[in-house]
């Protein structure tokens, strides 16, 4: 009884130096997805990359400026509401959607686990 | 080149000094089966044994052991099998040849692990890209749930598999995932991205799911370009997502 369901995936990509309101992005960002009820988020940190403005972000012996990727996966609706809040927390970065079908999994605790 | 899969297993036993035009038949056997290709075959001496002649042949008396047990036995396509028999039915003039259903689970070839020459070989088409969210501390028989699934992968052949560890995020159990202040107390979010075709990934979603208690797959359409080396097993070429 497998159920597949149509969704879609956002993707978001900024440093990790970015800040918003004296806390790092991407926990903001994070924080902001659980007020709004998105069913998941997560990020990844990536080692080295470069993007608008082609400074090049790596792990510095003094600044952290790795690139993040924020992922998350929701109906179109529910990232329609997120998508413009985010729009306006971010600074600069890339805001990327993709259409995937999702299975959720879900198992009652097994005894013994 | 034997593949994985069902095959055919056969087993030849005989006598060491039984002849074959004046040379042994074992290494007769063995010649015939290297000059027709097969992909490998063991002889292998017994320790004692007997035949349908009820004579007892051991090691331990030296008069009983000039006609000790040999063992033959080589694996090899259903197809192939067939094409040798007739010959080996007529060589065997004394013994008994033994042919079986087996399962190849493995095969493994160290000379494919050198560094390959040439250029690299493109492959472009359309694939599915599967993304496979769970917990680090998730856990699938004592082992981390992530290493169980990524060896899974590796056994049913799809090209290849990726392991993230993010740093921080939440799921469909609600709670937060982030490193906890001591080093050893992590319960990162895990993200495994594995690219193949839509029927191989229908194959590993069954097992995968058997093994997850809690979590996310997530599908997606994706165009690949595979790059890869032009030797006979492509099995460890790699794709990411």
Same mark, same amino acid.
């Given at each position: 009884m497998r159920t597949?369901?149509?969704?879609?995936?956002? +993707?978001?990509?900024? =440093?990790e130096a970015d800040q918003y309101k004296g806390k790092p992005l991407y926990e903001a960002i994070v924080n902001r997805c659980k007020e709004l009820k998105i069913a998941g988020a997560t990020?990844? +940190?990536?080692?080295? =990359?470069y993007g608008e403005t082609a400074e090049i972000h790596r792990h510095h012996l003094v600044r952290k400026d790795q690139p993040i990727i924020v992922t998350i996966v929701d109906t179109e609706e529910n990232?329609?509401?997120?998508?413009p809040e985010v729009e306006e927390m971010m600074d600069t970065g890339m805001i990327a959607t993709s259409d995937v079908e999702y299975m959720r999994i879900e198992k009652p605790p097994a005894a013994g686990t | 080149m034997l593949q994985k899969g069902t095959a055919k297993k056969v087993t030849i036993f005989l006598n060491e000094d039984t002849q074959h035009h004046f040379g042994s038949l074992c290494d007769s056997i063995l010649t015939f089966l290297l000059h027709k290709e097969v992909s490998g075959a063991t002889a292998t001496r017994a320790i004692a044994g007997f035949g349908a002649h009820q004579v007892m042949h051991t090691t331990k008396i030296e008069l009983l052991s000039e006609h000790l047990p040999i063992r033959i036995e080589f694996i090899e396509s259903a197809e192939k099998v067939d094409e040798l028999m007739p010959t080996l039915y007529d060589m065997v003039t004394d013994g008994v040849i033994e042919v079986q259903d087996t399962n190849v689970v493995k095969v493994a070839n160290k000379d494919n692990l050198s560094?390959?020459?040439?250029?690299h070989m493109e492959m472009r088409g359309t694939a599915r890209l599967m993304r496979i969210y769970m917990g680090e501390s998730d856990k699938w028989q004592g082992e981390p749930l992530y290493e169980a699934i990524v060896k899974r992968?590796?056994?049913?052949?799809?090209?290849?598999?990726?392991v993230y560890r993010g740093i921080l995020g939440y799921g469909v159990k609600g709670h937060t995932h982030k490193s906890g202040h001591l080093l050893f107390s992590q319960d990162l979010p895990i993200m495994i991205s594995v690219v193949d075709s839509e029927e191989k990934l229908a194959r590993a979603?069954?097992?995968?799911?058997?093994?997850?208690?809690?979590?996310?797959?997530?599908?997606?359409?994706?165009?690949?370009?595979?790059?890869?080396?032009?030797?006979?097993?492509?099995e460890s070429s790699h794709a990411n997502g």
């Open positions: 597949v369901k149509k969704a879609k995936l956002l +993707r978001l990509h900024f =440093g990020v990844f +940190r990536g080692l080295e =990359g990232l329609g509401r997120l998508i | 560094p390959p020459k040439g250029p992968l590796r056994l049913m052949d799809i090209a290849g598999a990726t979603v069954n097992e995968i799911e058997s093994m997850m208690q809690d979590g996310i797959i997530v599908f997606s359409d994706v165009d690949v370009i595979r790059l890869i080396h032009s030797r006979p097993a492509a």
